[in-house]
């Protein structure tokens, strides 16, 4: 991994992303501390939202109140 301070990669913008579209990753930094990262953009698959549909089964007690104990730890007391 390399890293480029931000002057450099204002400046030298273009040959950055062909050296990240080979699959290398730059660290941008700023007064030597890193603030981001190039890397190449992978698109997502297409999401299907019926995906998990008849394999997951809520049961009808997940819908039953919490015990008090339980309720007062989710409520920081």
Not at 14 to 43: D, F, H, K, N, Q
Not at 46 to 70: C, H, I, Q, W, Y
Request: charged share 30%.
């Amino acid at each position: 991994m390399v890293t480029v301070n931000v002057h450099e990669a204002k400046t030298h913008l273009s040959r950055l992303l062909a050296r990240v579209e080979t699959g290398e990753e730059i660290v941008v930094a700023r007064r030597g501390r890193p603030v981001a990262r190039l890397v190449a953009y992978a698109p997502r698959g297409r999401r299907r939202p019926d995906v998990l549909k008849g394999k997951v089964v809520v049961p009808d007690s997940f819908f039953d109140p919490l015990p008090a104990e339980e309720l007062r730890s989710w409520e920081g007391e």
